[in-house]
């Protein structure tokens, strides 16, 4: 792994004294790693990320921690929406339609040393490591389905959601009674909604639920082969549970 510092990118601003909270991963969908550096960099684009990592491994550090980088665009997670100003973001040379349309060995071993890095350096959470898709779940699908999240969990930088016991099934199932919730819709809702996604406009909106469970079943059950609404909601209690037990 070489880390590279001597390409810059001009757009970033201040961070207005926010503390770094998450880390959020990114695809290029360009050509390769060159194209990627000189779009990052060219100040009329007016986008950049923290880090590039390349099909090789390498780490191109392109904008100073320090400083907000223009990643994330209109984005929301936890009630906040200025994303940019409380995360690190990752790029990664990656197009899903390219020739570089594989997440190399090389590329996650990179990854993964310097999310590790990161979360030492700022005390990230586990659940602070985020999908673009995760905090624009309306408009992108990036890092998209084929990005090895398993192999991060696996590597415990991200949350390993365990499967419930059943009397912990039957604490959800109480829990969510006791706020007078029955439909499953309404309990999908207010789990993503804790769990960080935005579920503002979902209630009104079909059009904007379905792309939400759609952002989720990406990144947490891309394995099953047909998914039911039912097994994401199931997943969704387990995901809850060991939520809040890391949380708090
Ligand atoms: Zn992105």
């Given at each position: ?37 000189s ?46 100003s ?25 990854l993964k ?49 365990k ?19 029955n ?39 891309k ?26």
């Amino acid at each position: 792994m070489k880390y590279i510092t001597k390409y810059k990118s001009p757009n970033y601003n201040s961070r207005n004294n926010s503390r770094v909270e998450l880390i959020i991963i990114h695809y290029t969908a360009l050509k390769n790693t060159l194209e990627a550096i000189s779009y990052l960099c060219k100040k009329e684009k007016k986008v950049s990320s923290h880090y590039l990592i390349s099909q090789n491994g390498n780490v191109y550090n392109l904008v100073d921690d320090k400083y907000r980088a223009w990643h994330a665009g209109q984005s929301f997670w936890h009630e906040i929406t200025d994303i940019n100003s409380i995360s690190i973001g990752i790029e990664l040379d990656y197009n899903p339609n390219g020739k570089n349309n594989k997440f190399s060995i090389k590329m996650i071993y990179s990854l993964k040393k310097l999310i590790t890095k990161l979360q030492k350096n700022y005390k990230i959470n586990k659940n602070g490591i985020l999908a673009h898709s995760d905090i624009a779940p309306f408009r992108k699908k990036d890092p998209g389905k084929h990005f090895p999240w398993q192999s991060l969990s696996s590597s415990n930088i991200v949350m390993n959601i365990k499967n419930l016991k059943k009397n912990e099934i039957k604490i959800m199932e109480k829990w969510f009674n006791r706020n007078n919730l029955n439909s499953k819709k309404q309990k999908t809702i207010l789990a993503l909604s804790l769990i960080g996604y935005d579920t503002r406009e979902v209630y009104k909106n079909d059009k904007l639920y379905k792309k939400l469970i759609s952002a989720y079943k990406i990144r947490y059950l891309k394995r099953e082969i047909k998914i039911k609404n039912k097994s994401v909601y199931n997943h969704l209690i387990k995901h809850l549970f060991n939520y809040m037990l890391t949380e708090n």
